[in-house]
Nanobody, 123 residues
Framework: QVQLVESGGGLVQAGGSLRLSCAAS????????MGWFRQASGKEREFVAG????????VYADSVKGRFTISRDNAKNTVYLQMNSLKPEDTAVYYC????????????????WGQGTQVTVSS
């Protein structure tokens, strides 16, 4: 009942920046938290960042804390992931997810997922 579409991925050099967007449609009036996950080739999907419905609480994986910022604009039904100081190890497909009253690191607790956007960081 919620559709998510990621955009903004691409190829950047190490040290560069990208801003990912996740546009939501459907039952967006429900109090969904949002999360960003990523999956590198041959690796398990991992949590990157989460944000509460109000935007008042954010959580980050240790690997991105201080470099990435998650934010949301509920009026636009959009969640963002600002990625700065990118490293080659950030290369992955990035997914956004919506969870009813959830925004943490456990992927199975999210209810809806986007199809992903590729981020590649060259060195």
């Amino acid at each position: 009942q919620v559709q998510l579409v990621e955009s903004g991925g691409g190829l950047v050099q190490a040290g560069g920046s990208l801003r990912l967007s996740c546009a939501a449609s459907g039952r967006t009036f429900s109090p969904y938290g949002m999360g960003w996950f990523r999956q590198a080739s041959g690796k398990e999907r991992e949590f990157v960042a989460g944000i509460s419905w109000s935007g008042g609480i954010t959580v980050y994986a240790d690997s991105v804390k201080g470099r990435f910022t998650i934010s949301r604009d509920n009026a636009k039904n959009t969640v963002y992931l600002q990625m700065n100081s990118l490293k080659p190890e950030d290369t992955a497909v990035y997914y956004c997810a919506a969870g009813l009253s959830y925004y943490g690191y456990t992927g199975k607790n999210y209810d809806y997922w986007g199809q992903g956007t590729q981020v590649t960081v060259s060195s």
